[in-house]
């Protein structure tokens, strides 16, 4: 028998256990309770929103991509065309009846029923969404589905606008093209905005460099769908879509296309701008490719075909992607140099002998007999190399000759609106030992002075060069966007303003003498007989570039502006380079007369070759053999 003791510490113990025991319910019962009351009340609108997101079909409605305008913002020369992307939805196939629809509708596509088979795996045979299964399908087509839909149960399709390049031929280097999105810019632009597997977005051109001003904001057309996935709603939720605004450029395609006739089929460029403000008028690369190919279903053969070219390139833009020798154009930045560094008097004659000895070597000009002697005037307008031999090397030296090229933007980024320029090279004794680990020679002065060497420029920056000259020491920015639309309204939401890019300190005086020079160069240099032209004063320089892979063959330079006798705002520069690669014909020179007079006297490239009588030598040289 246990005594009382005993029993009072058991009825205790009983009682705490028991107190333990009401307080775990009394606790788990209010947790519960907070539970139900967070999934009721508190968090309800959060919860409601994933019901709805995991009870919905999402279809996305592409937005109509913005479309590219030349200057007068009334040819278009980038539009959307209207085309249709076919979707199967594999759950509302009958069961069976699968072989059979995919046969019919592949035959109708153009395609095998293998390639939809490879699209709509046997896991997807039961799914309840529409997968793709081709694009860019025709309108006949999509009729002639839709009159056989009965026989098509599940097939379906969607409006998909693609890519129609109106303008083709060299525009395409300054437009661009689009495509999908590949997973390498996905990762780079997850960011902003870019985070669709199917995105298309700008590859080149200016399709690449404003693709967020013209790829709009895509829309949705949400359905509520049970669990399996099939739609129960009848009236969907739709957000439409915001298209891209339209880019108006600074192009004038009567100057484009002039100007693409004038280099004909001859491996160069051809870059035409305003000196006052930095627009480019027409920017033409040869050879060029079709962007609409990409929208065909062989676009990878066709990128294949163009990369594979590697003489040629088609997808380089020559105008500023290339880098080549300056020849005798750099004479004109040594000729300013030479005379703002009071370094030599410009009266003051040399006598060329048609070489010049120096060490073991002889440096040869151009012209071996020689020259006699000449001052600065006529050094720059017969391009006679031992003049400028003998003012780099014993008067400037090459940090003055550096100084000035850097001046005039030479080795510089050109800062023009596409996504990829080159900034060419100007040497000086250190970067020549860090890169080529060899010493700095005297011949070395001599060949930059003359533009040879390691001396490396784009045309468009021999054009700047020009627009400096013309500016009396400005170069603005060159750039390709003038305006950026409403798509609905027309209404002009941004409009480029000239910015400066680069400004130097140069003598007035310097600048008419400069000038001057020039213009003596095309009435009395070598280019005389070439540049002839009643109707248009041009001032500008030649450019003969040796190219050490092709036997007696040069690459030809012409830069030059007009009017010369034009207030700056009404003139324009030409700057053109034809390769070494083409059989020689000494064009740039013709060919820059023909783009001035076809520009101010109005007139077609045919009608600008008739009126400077040059119609043989511009039918016959607009062919490569």
């Not at 305008?69 to 199967?88: C, G, H, K, M, Q």
């Not at 001003?213 to 049970?226: A, F, I, N, P, Q």
């Amino acid at each position: 028998m246990k005594s009382y003791k005993e029993k009072s510490y058991l009825n205790i113990s009983l009682d705490v256990k028991a107190f333990i025991i009401r307080t775990v319910i009394a606790v788990l019962f209010l947790t519960y309770l907070y539970h139900l009351f967070s999934l009721q009340i508190k968090d309800s609108s959060r919860y409601q929103t994933l019901s709805k997101t995991n009870s919905a079909s999402v279809t996305e409605i592409a937005a109509q991509r913005g479309e590219i305008f030349d200057r007068y913002a009334t040819l278009p020369i980038v539009i959307n065309t209207d085309s249709f992307s076919v979707e199967v939805t594999p759950g509302s196939i009958p069961k069976g009846k699968y072989d059979t629809v995919a046969s019919k509708l592949a035959s109708m596509l153009g395609i095998s029923k293998k390639s939809i088979d490879n699209i709509i795996s046997d896991d997807l045979r039961n799914y309840n969404s529409p997968i793709p299964v081709k694009t860019n399908v025709s309108f006949n087509t999509i009729s002639n589905i839709a009159e056989n839909i009965s026989d098509l149960p599940g097939v379906s399709w969607v409006s998909k606008p693609i890519r129609n390049y109106v303008e083709t031929g060299s525009i395409a280097h300054v437009v661009g093209y689009v495509g999908n999105i590949s997973k390498t810019e996905r990762n780079v632009l997850y960011n902003q905005g870019y985070v669709k597997a199917n995105e298309i977005i700008g590859k080149t051109g200016i399709e690449s460099q404003y693709d967020s001003l013209l790829k709009g904001e895509s829309g949705e057309e949400r359905r509520t769908v049970d669990v399996r996935g099939r739609i129960i709603s009848e009236t969907p939720e739709i957000k439409p879509p915001t298209p891209g605004k339209n880019v108006v450029l600074t192009i004038d395609s009567s100057i484009q296309t002039l100007a693409e006739k004038t280099l004909g089929k001859r491996v160069g460029a051809v870059v035409v701008l305003k000196p006052a403000t930095g627009e480019i008028l027409a920017m033409a690369s040869y050879p060029f490719f079709d962007p609409n190919r990409f929208n065909d279903e062989d676009a990878g053969n066709y990128y294949a075909s163009l990369i594979s070219e590697q003489m040629n390139r088609p997808l380089v833009n020559r105008a500023v992607n290339a880098e080549y020798p300056p020849a005798s154009t750099f004479k004109v930045i040594m000729s300013t140099a030479m005379l703002q560094e009071k370094a030599f008097p410009s009266k003051k004659q040399i006598e060329c002998k048609g070489y010049m000895n120096y060490g073991n070597r002889k440096f040869r000009c151009h012209l071996h007999s020689g020259h006699g002697w000449v001052d600065m005037k006529n050094g720059l307008a017969e391009s006679c190399d031992v003049y400028y031999w003998t003012v780099g090397r014993d008067y400037l030296g090459i940090d003055k000759i550096h100084y000035w090229a850097d001046q005039f933007g030479f080795g510089q980024s050109a800062q023009i609106d596409l996504p990829s320029q080159r900034k060419g090279f100007v040497p000086t004794a250190e970067k020549k030992e860090r890169q080529y680990h060899e010493k700095w020679l005297g011949g070395d002065t001599m060949s930059t002075s003359i533009g040879q060497g390691y001396l490396l420029v784009t045309p468009l920056q021999v054009a700047n060069m020009a627009a400096m000259v013309a500016n009396r020491g400005v170069i603005y920015k060159p750039h390709l966007l003038k305006e950026v639309r409403d798509p609905i309204t027309n209404e002009v939401l941004q409009e480029v303003k000239p910015e400066v890019l680069f400004k130097t300190e140069v003598n007035d005086e310097v600048w008419t003498e400069v000038q001057n020079a020039m213009r003596y160069t095309i009435t009395d240099g070598t280019p005389r007989f070439a540049m002839m032209n009643k109707n248009v004063q041009i001032a500008g320089k030649t450019g003969t570039a040796e190219v050490a892979p092709y036997k007696d063959s040069w690459h030809s330079w012409l830069v030059a502006y007009a009017p010369f006798d034009a207030p700056v705002e009404d003139q324009v520069v030409v700057s053109m380079i034809v390769e070494a690669c083409n059989p020689w014909e000494w064009w740039s020179p013709y060919g820059t007369n023909i783009i001035m007079q076809g520009i101010f006297g109005k007139q077609t490239y045919e009608e600008a070759a008739k009126a400077l009588g040059l119609t043989y030598l511009a039918r016959n040289g607009n062919r490569r053999e």
